[in-house]
Nanobody, 124 residues
């Protein structure tokens, strides 16, 4: 059974930092890219960052220099380190497994496996 379990969200002041984690079941981890999506209140879900199985990464322009995605293949876990957080980063954050060659984020194709998400709220 495929499982994705996100954690690490919370309430933080503008300029603060959070580190999100996502533990994935082995069946979905082995050769797939992983991505972090977010869904702000009343808006569509968007891909924020992705990492290939080999460690190539890319991020949304609005988070470049602030967010870093990484993965630990030994722990089947993907991370999203978020710094210099802004109120517009407020959203539910989800991790996802998908297919991706490591180039533009628009080429990321997410599989239909989702966790429960973790809420990130940034106060001004």
């Amino acid at each position: 059974q495929v499982q994705l379990v996100e954690s690490g969200g919370g309430l933080v002041q503008s300029g603060g930092s959070l580190r999100l984690s996502c533990a994935a079941s082995g069946s979905i981890w082995s050769s797939n890219a992983m991505g972090w999506y977010r869904q702000p209140p009343g808006k569509q879900r968007e891909l924020v960052a992705a990492v290939t199985n080999g460690g190539m990464t890319n991020q949304l322009d609005s988070v470049k220099g602030r967010f870093t995605i990484s993965r630990d293949n030994a722990k089947n876990t993907v991370y999203l380190q978020m710094t210099s957080l802004k109120p517009e980063d407020t959203a539910v954050y989800y991790c996802n497994a998908g297919a991706w060659t490591g180039w533009g984020l628009e080429e990321y194709t997410g599989f239909n496996y989702w966790g429960q998400g973790t809420q990130v709220t940034v106060s001004s």
